[in-house]
């Protein structure tokens, strides 16, 4: 069946976004994989609204994808500005709101 | 007729004069030129008060149908009906038509009422004005005395620090007096009667910066505060026992059948004489008018000689059927009233000697008039007594004023010992004060003369039976009123001039005042001329004015008044006694003949002089005696009171309350509150440690925890569902 391949697909892209975004040490990849996440779930709404026969899961994954272009720009933007304070874009150098 | 029924405007015009001198006074128009408001508001009333008179006596000379009171078989009818039967009222008025040019109509009064004031439980409270002959003699007293008073005082009290205040208060005080005087009801009488009384309060305190003049002030508050609560239950009792508060209609019912509410009449009668001897200065309730002296000399002319203490003459006169029947006036040929006010008659005039203050002097004789008034109203002659107010409210003040002159002149002092001698150095003040001495004493042909020999009729023949004792006491005074008068003549005027500096006579604005007082004191007589005096001249037209207009005869002939007949023996005997009293006095002290020297000589005569110098002694047994008698007594309960009883309430209470918190302390508070408190920080103290190893700051951390818990819920969610 045509949906069950699509949504395995997404489950993989989503595990290795999560990996990423647990494991990797370098703010960038972070965001990357948080980008590998959003685009899993994008194959996820394509796939359902396909199967469905409603537009609505394409127009939300459209939605998403711009929603994620502004996420990264403001990402990054914090990840440069990270980089200018502490000469460091180590997740793991940082870690201010330690209780 | 419009100013009769219209007379609201007269009291109206100086309460405005009072509020806009008090609030726009200073600011707008200047602390030392506030006198110009208060004097034209006073001069428009006392215009008006003029209207207000003439018109009544043109409806008394020429009574419109309306105007005549209907008197029907079973009694008074006070609706003022307008059918054109002239002479419904004559028929009944057999009593009241000799003695004199008395109308034989019965006039009615203007009863205007114009509104519901407020309605409690059922009953309305009017207010409304109640105008007749009584009112509008009294309005013109009153606007006449303020008018003058107002004018002499841009003088006496010139740069006085509280001018402003002065003159708002001598508004206020002329618009309380207008508004008694002209009270529909006897609700407006009581309200009226407590406003003169406040207004009294401020002006005897003026000075209230020294501390005799606020004692005295609170004296005569609270000396007015026993006889208020006696005019309160009187009122109230006339009340219950009419079920109306309107005068007209108490008047009118115990005129129409006499006698048959004699018990309750006699208890409100009885109520109402406490209320009349504390503001009009009878015995025992008269001590606080001397000591209200405190103020200033104008206002002593004004309120505590002229007009505010005559209100309970007033009060008795307005009332009359509620006395007259009450005491049994018509009938008795003693009573309460009549003992009260020769007793207070005799009394003043026996203080007066002792007295080195000029102001005393004249208080001491206020008190003495006043109970000459009294005395006449209480054996019936009410035109007599009446006759009297008008007379003595111009001689008195003008005595008053006279006074104040001289206190002016002689550097602020009312010590007659230090002065003496000032005929010479004021002349004015000295031939206005001899004029109006002559008034008071009761000298042929001057005002006091006529009033004063009325009064003495009026006691000797009575009304059913004549009253022996008040002639005897009236003769005794008039003897006394002339003695002691012509002593303050000599220690002021004559002799040597005792004092220091140089004496002045006091300016225009004081001694024009004076001038046209002294002239009511020569002519104010002719308003009540008895016949036979006028009969050679062809005017008996003019005679018993007084009588004629102010008497309420609407009222008085269903009691039966009567009016006794002009004596020559008894104004022969009246005019002697007064004569002798100052010739005696006379050569006492000018030609040094009689006793001098007496009362350092005769213990008996030194007792005599040391009782009338303690005035009695009344002020130590209402304050030693009366007040530390009653207070020891009742100091004591309260305190045994307070041991015993509340005390030990109190300490049991607490005690009980001191054993329950010592429990609850340990108990519950210690116990189980502090436990449960301490026991839930202990706990959060404890997973906070545990937890805060978590909030590691690291944004995977949270992550990890974050998709470990996702996941744990979705294989959860997979069982479970």
Redesign the interface.
Known sequence: MLLNQFLILGAVLFCIG?YG???RKNAVMVLMSIELMLNAVNINMVAFGFQHEVVSGQVFALFIIAVAAAEVGVGLAIVLLLYRNQTSID??D?????? | MWMLENAFLIPLIPALSFAVILFFGKRFIGADRVHVIGITAVSLIWVLSLVAAFQWTQRVEHPSPDAIAQISADGHGDDHADDGDDHAGAAMDSESGHGGGHSSVLISPVVTTYSKWWSNGGVDFAVGTHVDGLTVLLLVVVASISLLVHIYSTEYVKGDRRYVHYYAFLSLFTAAMLFFVMAQNIVQLVVGWELVGVCSFGLIGHWWEEKPNTDAALKAFLTNRVGDIGLLVGMIVLWGTFGTFSIDGINAAISASPGTQHLALLVAACCLMAAVASKSGQFPLHTWLPDAMAGPTPVSALIHAATMVVAGVYMIARLYPVFYDGFSIGTSSINLMALIGGFTALMGAGLAFAQWDIKKVLAYSTVSQLGYMVMALGVGAWTAAIFHLFTHAFFKACLFLGAGSVSHAAHHTFDMRKMGGLKKFMPQTYWTFVIATLALSGIFPFAGFWSKDEILLGAKVGQQNGYPLMLIFGCAVAFMTAAYMTRVVWYTFHGEYRGHGHPHESPKVMTVPLWILAGMAVVGGAFNLPGPVLEPFGLEGLAHRVQTYAEPSVYLSGLGLSHPDPSLSMALIGLGLALSGIIVTYLYFWRKMGPHGLTERNKYAKAGYTFLENKYYLDYLYNDIIVASIKKPIANGANWFNQNVLDKAVNTAGESARDSGRWIYKWIDQGAIDGSVNAAARGADASGEGL?T???????NY??LL?GAAAVLAIVFVIVI
């Open positions: 999560v975004v647990l494991a997740v793991e940082f870690d201010l709101m330690k209780g | 805060r978590i909030q590691s700051g690291k944004v995977q992550g990890q998709f």
